[in-house]
Protein backbone atom coordinates (compact mmCIF):
# COMPACT_ATOMS: atom_id res chain seq x y z
CA UNK A 1 0.00 0.00 0.00
CA UNK A 2 1.32 3.72 -0.92
CA UNK A 3 1.13 5.84 1.87
CA UNK A 4 2.72 9.47 2.34
CA UNK A 5 2.41 10.68 6.00
CA UNK A 6 3.09 14.49 6.38
CA UNK A 7 3.56 15.59 10.31
CA UNK A 8 5.31 18.96 11.76
CA UNK A 9 2.91 21.06 11.35
CA UNK A 10 1.26 23.74 13.93
CA UNK A 11 1.06 27.15 15.30
CA UNK A 12 3.76 29.46 15.06
CA UNK A 13 4.49 33.18 15.52
CA UNK A 14 5.19 35.37 12.29
CA UNK A 15 8.87 35.11 11.76
CA UNK A 16 9.26 32.03 13.44
CA UNK A 17 10.08 28.40 11.64
CA UNK A 18 8.97 24.96 11.08
CA UNK A 19 10.10 21.62 9.99
CA UNK A 20 7.62 19.53 8.16
CA UNK A 21 8.05 15.91 7.16
CA UNK A 22 6.63 13.18 4.74
CA UNK A 23 7.28 9.98 5.36
CA UNK A 24 6.41 7.76 2.38
CA UNK A 25 6.26 3.85 1.93
CA UNK A 26 4.74 1.31 -0.46
CA UNK A 27 7.22 2.37 -3.08
CA UNK A 28 10.70 2.44 -4.68
CA UNK A 29 10.91 6.24 -3.23
CA UNK A 30 14.12 6.86 -4.80
CA UNK A 31 12.52 6.48 -7.86
CA UNK A 32 10.17 9.32 -7.19
CA UNK A 33 10.19 13.27 -7.46
CA UNK A 34 8.56 14.56 -4.37
CA UNK A 35 6.56 17.79 -3.60
CA UNK A 36 5.08 20.33 -1.28
CA UNK A 37 2.14 21.59 -2.07
CA UNK A 38 -0.08 24.09 -0.16
CA UNK A 39 -3.86 25.05 0.41
CA UNK A 40 -5.39 27.93 2.04
CA UNK A 41 -9.18 28.01 2.72
CA UNK A 42 -11.15 29.01 0.10
CA UNK A 43 -8.23 28.73 -2.66
CA UNK A 44 -6.63 26.51 -4.72
CA UNK A 45 -4.03 24.00 -4.36
CA UNK A 46 -0.82 25.43 -5.25
CA UNK A 47 2.93 24.48 -5.68
CA UNK A 48 5.29 24.95 -3.04
CA UNK A 49 8.31 23.04 -3.65
CA UNK A 50 9.49 19.92 -5.33
CA UNK A 51 12.68 18.01 -5.39
CA UNK A 52 14.02 15.73 -7.85
CA UNK A 53 15.78 12.13 -7.59
CA UNK A 54 19.28 13.67 -7.61
CA UNK A 55 18.20 16.54 -5.01
CA UNK A 56 17.07 19.32 -7.35
CA UNK A 57 15.52 21.38 -5.94
CA UNK A 58 12.68 24.15 -7.25
CA UNK A 59 10.51 26.50 -5.49
CA UNK A 60 7.24 28.61 -6.10
CA UNK A 61 8.68 32.53 -6.08
CA UNK A 62 6.50 33.11 -2.61
CA UNK A 63 8.87 31.02 -0.67
CA UNK A 64 12.49 31.12 -2.37
CA UNK A 65 15.01 31.90 -0.08
CA UNK A 66 12.74 30.97 3.10
CA UNK A 67 11.80 27.47 2.46
CA UNK A 68 13.91 24.29 1.71
CA UNK A 69 13.32 20.95 0.57
CA UNK A 70 15.83 18.04 1.72
CA UNK A 71 15.32 14.22 0.89
CA UNK A 72 16.75 11.07 2.93
CA UNK A 73 16.54 8.09 0.57
CA UNK A 74 17.62 5.94 3.27
CA UNK A 75 14.93 7.18 5.60
CA UNK A 76 12.46 7.79 2.75
CA UNK A 77 11.77 10.79 3.75
CA UNK A 78 11.48 14.50 2.24
CA UNK A 79 11.56 17.65 4.75
CA UNK A 80 9.93 21.16 4.26
CA UNK A 81 12.18 23.83 6.59
CA UNK A 82 10.11 26.43 6.40
CA UNK A 83 12.16 29.70 7.87
CA UNK A 84 10.78 33.72 8.27
CA UNK A 85 7.21 32.35 8.07
CA UNK A 86 4.21 34.72 7.61
CA UNK A 87 0.58 34.94 7.73
CA UNK A 88 -0.45 34.45 4.33
CA UNK A 89 1.72 30.63 4.70
CA UNK A 90 -1.03 29.61 6.72
CA UNK A 91 -2.45 26.60 4.57
CA UNK A 92 -2.84 22.55 4.84
CA UNK A 93 0.76 21.59 3.57
CA UNK A 94 0.35 18.03 1.35
CA UNK A 95 3.50 16.30 0.22
CA UNK A 96 2.98 14.65 -3.18
CA UNK A 97 5.00 11.87 -5.11
CA UNK A 98 5.75 11.38 -9.18
CA UNK A 99 7.18 9.00 -10.80
CA UNK A 100 10.48 9.91 -12.08
CA UNK A 101 10.33 13.29 -13.78
CA UNK A 102 9.98 17.09 -12.08
CA UNK A 103 5.96 18.42 -12.15
CA UNK A 104 4.79 22.04 -10.54
CA UNK A 105 1.09 21.21 -11.25
CA UNK A 106 -1.43 19.31 -9.11
CA UNK A 107 -2.34 16.86 -11.53
CA UNK A 108 1.01 15.61 -12.29
CA UNK A 109 1.19 13.84 -9.00
CA UNK A 110 0.33 10.36 -8.52
CA UNK A 111 0.66 10.32 -4.57
CA UNK A 112 -1.09 12.33 -1.82
CA UNK A 113 -0.67 12.58 1.89
CA UNK A 114 -3.22 13.46 3.80
CA UNK A 115 -1.62 17.16 5.02
CA UNK A 116 -0.86 18.78 7.85
CA UNK A 117 -1.75 22.29 8.81
CA UNK A 118 0.42 24.67 9.32
CA UNK A 119 -1.21 28.29 11.10
CA UNK A 120 1.28 31.48 11.57
CA UNK A 121 -0.39 33.82 13.70
CA UNK A 122 0.44 36.09 16.67
Known amino acids: EVRLVESGGGLVLPGGSLRLSCAAS????????VGWFRQAPGKEREFVATISRTSRTYYADSVKGRFTISRDNAKNTVYLLMNSLKPEDTAVYYC????????????????WGQGTQVTVSS
Open 96 to 111: AARWVSTGYNVHEYDY
Open 26 to 33: GFRFEDYV
